[in-house]
């Protein structure tokens, strides 16, 4: 499986972005997708996590309430919407994938493919 994350960019305090991460392969439907975020000289940390079904999501305390996990399997496709951006948020955001799990996981080692990454920063 190939992740390609995108949809980062320059955004006021506030203010809202959606991020996705397009996968190929067919068995893509069958993965946990996690999302994780990695600001500088900081250790990537977990943010939001779906599984295969969409049955499960689970948020990081502190993005709960403001960042929505969703997927479209049919277009193999998992999204992360940001709302109500703070400076906080800033980062390199990651979408992983973990085959062979029924529900998602928090830890970035139970995740077996990785995307590139793409850059989030809330600024004025």
């Known amino acids: 499986v190939q992740l390609q994350a995108s949809g980062g960019g320059l955004v006021q305090p506030g203010g809202s972005l959606r991020l996705s991460c397009a996968a190929s392969?067919?068995?893509?439907?069958?993965?946990?997708v996690g999302w994780f975020r990695q600001a500088p000289s900081e250790e990537r940390e977990f943010v939001s996590a779906?599984?295969?079904?969409?049955?499960?999501?689970y948020y990081a305390g502190s993005v709960k309430g403001r960042f929505t996990i969703s997927r479209d399997n049919a277009k193999n496709t998992v999204y992360l919407q940001m709302n109500s951006l703070k400076a906080e948020d800033t980062a390199v955001y990651y979408c992983?994938?973990?085959?062979?799990?029924?529900?998602?996981?928090?830890?970035?080692?139970?995740?077996?493919?990785w995307g590139q990454g793409t850059q989030v920063t809330v600024s004025s």
């Open positions: 392969g067919s068995t893509f439907s069958t993965y946990a």
């Open positions: 992983a994938a973990a085959a062979g799990r029924v529900t998602p996981g928090r830890s970035e080692y139970e995740y077996n493919y």
């Open positions: 779906i599984s295969w079904s969409s049955y499960t999501q």
